[in-house]
């Protein structure tokens, strides 16, 4: 399995944790059911550490596509540096989502009932992290795919 491999099977991670755990809290606060937004917390957490795979073996990805035959070399350069402009805050927003989601975890696991004052201010912090790793979500799927699937190119231009 080579970078490439590795970045490819973990790049999915980080967007699908996202998504996943993000409807999965906000069914948790619904329902007011402390195990699902455990669930949730911890699905946050693993997507996280997807994210890190995936900003990790990019730079090793990109070496082994530059050295695929028949791509235009000014095409890889320019769809790359799109996509690293998106990546790399997401990386860092799944740094922080994964971080916090974890404080929070582990609070509960010591007895915290999620409802204290930090809680709460973890929580609201957690969700504008999750409402802007979102929109960062598919700006970094998206110039991503173009890389090596130039046929979408024209709907998301559109």
Not at 8 to 33: E, M, Q
Not at 41 to 53: H, I, P, Q, T, W
Not at 97 to 108: D, K, N, T
């Amino acid at each position: 399995m080579n970078p490439a491999h590795i970045h490819l099977v973990f790049n999915h991670l980080p967007i699908l944790g996202l998504a996943f755990g993000t409807v999965i809290l906000l069914v948790g606060f619904f329902r007011k059911d402390r195990t699902v937004q455990n669930t949730a917390l911890l699905l946050l957490v693993v997507a996280s550490l997807g994210a890190g795979v995936a900003y990790f073996s990019g730079e090793e990805a990109e070496d082994v596509l530059e050295k695929v035959p028949n791509i235009p070399e000014e095409y890889v350069e320019d769809t790359i540096k799109e996509h690293e402009k998106y990546a790399e805050p997401f990386a860092g927003i799944m740094a922080l989502v994964g971080l916090i989601s974890l404080i929070e975890f582990v609070r509960r696991l010591r007895g915290a009932e999620g409802t204290d004052s930090l809680s709460q201010g973890l929580l609201v912090l957690l969700g504008f992290l999750l409402l802007f790793g979102s929109y960062l979500a598919v700006k970094t799927g998206s110039s991503g795919g173009l890389i090596r699937h130039p046929e979408i190119a024209q709907d998301l231009l559109e």
